[in-house]
């Protein structure tokens, strides 16, 4: 066979001189380069093909050094793993993941098998134990603080000490099924799709008034991956639930093979947290540069300079002025209405808790009197008493932490809200909200176990 029938391109061909030279595997390159030249591009790819391996290496090298020394230091972010997609509630945080919060507060998260905050349970119910689950948002995963922190630990805690005044007799466990920015609506999904399974006697539905209600319309909210319920068309009727949220483009590209690599990635590496937890703290720069207003004592048509505060929508202190608004308050009470309904179906007793906004429960009462002058209303109460009449027209009982942690902080000058290095009595529960919120759940369960008995009946009891 001759060389020139070769398949392999490259072979040694010789020129007239005898010399033998390298044949290109690109035929064109010998009608745009000599013959003789041919070497030496040849030698420039392979020299230039070394270099980039060699950038190559170093670049993983680097990585990996990296990522062990954030490891050894301790260095992750929770919010960059906290969102994973979830079909049914549109997210929900990775199962046995472990991260670090350190911009509001500081505590060491970790998830259950279920992706919960909250150790793990097995669903059959021990033999004697009052089990409480907890629904709700950020102010119940309570990322801002330690575990022991969190209102519902503190309420369990004070349960099961077995206190001479209380009728609730240990061992009382609560079970967290809360996630930050959960709505009333991936809050009773939640209670269908996972709470439900683990036979609660109690399940306390955690409502922030700061926010819950405009979560609850998608005129109101700009959230890509949130489930919504609708009003039942006629009385009686059942919620629609309107779960485009997954032919949505975010939701489709979170659950693509490149989001989820993407996702997996997050989970995985300290670096990608990094990256992350560095394009977050810049956002939060720019927001808490602005300023709030919570003092401003006159009052304000305009909402660009009305007093406000963060993440709170001003248009819950007063009647709904739009239609979505009023759909907002129509699709909120609909879903307290069917999460009575259903805890009680499943045997246990339900428990609306509503959780009011820093400026509602600041211990100088002259600052919510002046907000709310400022928003040209008569107080900041209207949600309040409009989800306690809602609550009684179901007879769902609630428990009216604004009014209670209120007066709580003006008689011992605290602030429940904030942390150091935010805005004072601003944002979600610090360590003493938190404990107030617990002490008064434990001691509302007590009352109402206390009233149960003396009426001859079974409510917050443990059931077997």
């Given at each position: 066979m001759r060389l020139s029938n070769l398949p392999d391109a490259g072979i040694l061909r010789r020129r007239a001189g005898g010399v033998p030279t390298l044949a290109p595997r690109r035929p064109w390159?010998?009608?745009?380069?000599p013959v003789n030249l041919l070497p030496a591009v040849m030698?420039?790819?392979?020299a230039w093909l070394g270099s980039l391996g060699l950038l190559l290496a170093a670049l993983v090298t680097a990585l990996l050094l990296a990522e062990g020394l954030l490891r050894a230091a301790g260095q992750s972010y929770y919010w960059a793993v906290a969102k994973r997609p979830d079909p049914v509630l549109g997210w929900r945080p990775p199962p046995q993941v472990q991260a670090w919060q350190r911009f509001e507060g500081e505590a060491l998260v970790r998830t259950n098998a279920l992706g919960f905050r909250d150790d793990d349970h097995a669903p059959p119910k021990p033999a004697g134990t009052l089990r409480i689950a907890v629904l709700g948002d950020s102010f119940t995963e309570a990322v801002q603080v330690p575990l022991a922190?969190?209102?519902w630990r503190v309420m369990a805690a004070r349960l099961g000490a077995g206190a001479e005044d209380c009728a609730l007799t240990p061992?009382?466990?609560a079970l967290?099924?809360?996630?930050?920015?959960?709505?009333?609506?991936q809050s009773l999904l939640t209670w269908r799709a996972h709470a439900r399974r683990f036979d609660p006697d109690v399940v306390v539905l955690a409502f922030f008034i700061g926010n819950d209600l405009s979560e609850n319309h998608p005129a109101l909210d700009a959230e890509p991956l949130r489930p919504y319920f609708r009003p039942p068309a006629a009385e009686g009727g059942e919620l629609v639930l309107d779960d485009g949220f997954r032919r949505?483009?975010?939701?489709?590209?979170a659950t693509s093979a490149l989001g989820q690599t993407r996702q997996w990635l997050l989970e995985r590496s300290r670096v990608a947290q990094l990256v992350v937890q560095a394009r977050d703290?810049?956002?939060?720069r720019a927001l808490t540069a602005a300023p709030v207003a919570a003092d401003r004592a006159a009052p304000s048509e305009d909402a660009a300079t009305a007093p406000q505060e963060p993440g709170v929508d001003n248009a819950i202190y007063g009647p709904p002025d739009s239609s979505a608004w009023r759909e907002a308050w129509q699709a909120t009470e609909a879903m307290l209405a069917a999460f009575a309904k259903e805890v009680r179906a499943a045997g246990a007793t339900p428990l609306l808790m509503l959780i009011g906004t820093g400026v509602q429960v600041h211990p100088d009462p002259r600052v919510p009197a002046r907000f709310a002058a400022a928003l040209g209303v008569a107080d900041l109460g209207y949600p309040v008493r409009r989800l306690l009449d809602a609550a009684a027209r179901h007879e769902l009982a609630v428990l009216n932490l604004p009014a209670l942690l209120s007066a709580r902080a003006e008689?011992?000058?605290v602030l429940l809200h904030g942390f150091p290095g935010g805005r004072p009595g601003l944002g979600h529960w610090n360590a003493d909200g938190h404990r107030a919120a617990g002490e008064a759940a434990a001691e509302h369960l007590c009352t109402m176990a206390a009233e149960a008995l003396g009426a001859g009946g079974e409510s917050v009891q443990a059931r077997d």
């Open positions: 390159l010998r009608l745009l380069l030698s420039r790819k392979r922190q969190t209102w061992p009382v466990a967290n099924f809360a996630v930050s920015g959960y709505s009333t609506a949505n483009p975010a939701y489709q590209a703290a810049g956002r939060l008689r011992d000058g």
